[in-house]
Nanobody
């Protein structure tokens, strides 16, 4: 399984960005997909996730502002980020999980300035 993320960049506080992550390879055992983020000097934290039944889960800090979705036909997951805050500045990673292991995409930097 390979993941290719795109869509990071810069935004002003209150603005929006949309991240995409294309998943290729053997996707048949994937049960969960989503996004983590890493702040400087800290571990990665879950931001949003979606399972194969389209059940979603969000970190409290992004509820109501971020939306995770997927396009099964295009093997792509998305993270729509609205009402961005400077505290959202981080490197964002997409991931896909099977029962055996977790796969990661490369990080994409999101910078929000006030």
């Amino acid at each position: 399984v390979q993941l290719q993320a795109s869509g990071g960049g810069s935004a002003l506080s209150g603005g929006s960005l949309r991240l995409s992550c294309e998943i290729s390879g053997d996707r048949s055992r994937i049960t969960l997909m989503g996004w983590y983020r890493r702040f400087p000097g800290k571990e990665r934290d879950m931001v949003a996730e979606i399972n194969v039944f389209d059940y979603t889960n969000y970190a409290n800090s992004v509820k109501g502002r971020f939306t995770v979705s997927r396009d099964a036909a295009k093997n792509t997951i998305f993270l729509q980020m609205n009402s961005l805050k400077p505290d959202d500045t981080a490197v964002y990673y997409c991931y896909a999980k099977t029962l055996a292991r977790q796969y990661w995409g490369q990080g994409t930097l999101v910078t929000v300035s006030s």
